[in-house]
């Protein structure tokens, strides 16, 4: 069964918890407004004064499987409901590839998808602020390059297994909300202080660009112009720019918080 939520209703649910909190930091979100150039009201709202670190996340939504002749329960056992999250396809889109490209530049980069798939249960998630906690988040680096370039997705018990298909693999690593929370509060201790500084952010920049040059559907006149709008726009922009629209992720700056959640 597809999902009835909007990748954009999941999206704003999920950014609005992160802002508020996630755990001991928040997550600013930085859009890539390439006219306000980090004026007060430009699209983003994070301080470079103070220690912070990128991190990259891909919203995904899932579909629910509920019966027991489905190939997760068949296979491996799974409990139903479980859930499915589509990548895409090497054939059509290299965007895991890109993805892991950023991860090995020293990001930190998730997919990020619900555990639900109903209107009702995003609105349950998001008054009680546990949407991050319904969500399954995986690296690419945990599902590894894709064997070919056929259809493939990872299968999941949000409290339980996952699995990458289409031959059935059991994944060993489990990311829970808390984990990721805990190793982004580590990385801001120790690396916090450098990674906002320009000299950073620039090189993080050109990484980038040149990781969006695996994009070959959008033509190579079109990637210079593209490079050519953003000379001059600050690197921050400029990395959520390209991150947007050749990585089809959201950007956030990692910063820490003034509360607990």
């Known amino acids: ?16 918890e992160l802002i508020r909190s996630l755990g001991g930091v928040t997550a600013a979100p930085v859009f890539p407004s390439l006219f306000a ?4 009201g430009g699209g983003w709202d994070v301080r470079l004064d103070r220690p912070g670190v990128p991190l990259f996340l891909q919203f995904k939504l899932c579909e629910v499987m509920t019966r027991r002749n489905c190939r997760e329960s ?14 895409r396809p090497a054939r059509s889109s290299r ?13 930190d980069v998730y997919y990020i998808a619900p555990a639900f798939h109903r209107p009702d249960e995003l609105n349950a998630a998001f ?28 299968s999941f018990e949000l409290s339980g297994r996952w699995a990458f298909f289409s031959e059935p693999r059991i994944l060993e690593s489990k990311r829970g909300f808390d984990e990721v929370a805990t190793n982004l509060e580590h990385r801001l201790r120790e690396r916090g202080g450098t990674e906002l500084a320009s000299e950073n952010l620039e090189k993080l920049a050109a990484s980038i660009t040149e990781i969006a040059r695996k994009r070959h559907d959008i033509e190579e006149p ?4 593209s490079r050519e709008a953003v000379q001059g726009v600050a690197p921050l922009q400029r990395i959520a720019y ?6 089809e992720s959201q950007m956030f700056v990692v910063q820490e918080s003034a509360g607990e959640a």
Not at 74 to 87: A, D, G, I, K
Not at 222 to 225: D, H, N, P, R, S
Request: glycine fraction near 6%.
């Open 95 to 107: 965007q895991h590839e890109m993805l892991l490209d950023l991860e090995r530049s020293g990001q």
């Open 222 to 225: 079109l990637q210079t112009e």
């Open 74 to 87: 068949q296979s491996l056992r799974f409990n139903v409901p479980c859930y499915r999250m589509h990548l």
């Open 1 to 16: 069964m597809g999902p009835s939520i909007s990748e954009f209703s999941y999206g704003f649910a999920i950014t609005s």
């Open 127 to 154: 008054l009680t602020r546990s949407v991050r906690r319904q969500s399954f988040w995986v690296k690419p680096s945990d599902v590894g390059p894709l064997p070919d370039p056929f259809e493939h997705h990872v």
């Open 37 to 40: 150039e980090g004026r007060p």
């Open 242 to 247: 390209y991150a947007s629209v050749f990585l």
